[in-house]
């Protein structure tokens, strides 16, 4: 007996306007998680991603480049979606566009004194 007073209070309460908003704070988690991963993730590589694209618009004859693999090298011809890279005195590889990593201001210190070496020989 006293468990079915217990049972008819803890009966539904009253619903009013709260009733109403509850389906909204219940997903106001999400959607804070949503704008919190936006801003701190999906924003920032998209900007990186983008800067990279122009990058590799930017590319041109002469350019001294750093590729995904870890090779620097000068680039001597430039074809639709292809570079041909020199690595060396007479080293060239044909590469990808999108394998740059990155530009270089000026040549390597590994690469002007190889080439002064062989100079003074």
Known sequence: MFFADVAYAMGAGAQGAEGAANPIMGMMPLILMFVIFYFLLIRPQQKKAKQHKEMLAALKKGDWVLTGGGFYGRIVEI???????????????????????????????????????????
Not at 92 to 108: H, Y
């Open 79 to 121: 074809r639709e979606d292809e570079l041909v890279v020199e690595l060396g005195d007479e080293n060239e590889v044909i590469m990808n566009r999108a394998f740059v990593s990155s530009v270089l201001e000026n040549a390597p210190k590994s690469f002007s004194g190889a080439k002064n070496d062989k100079k003074k020989k």
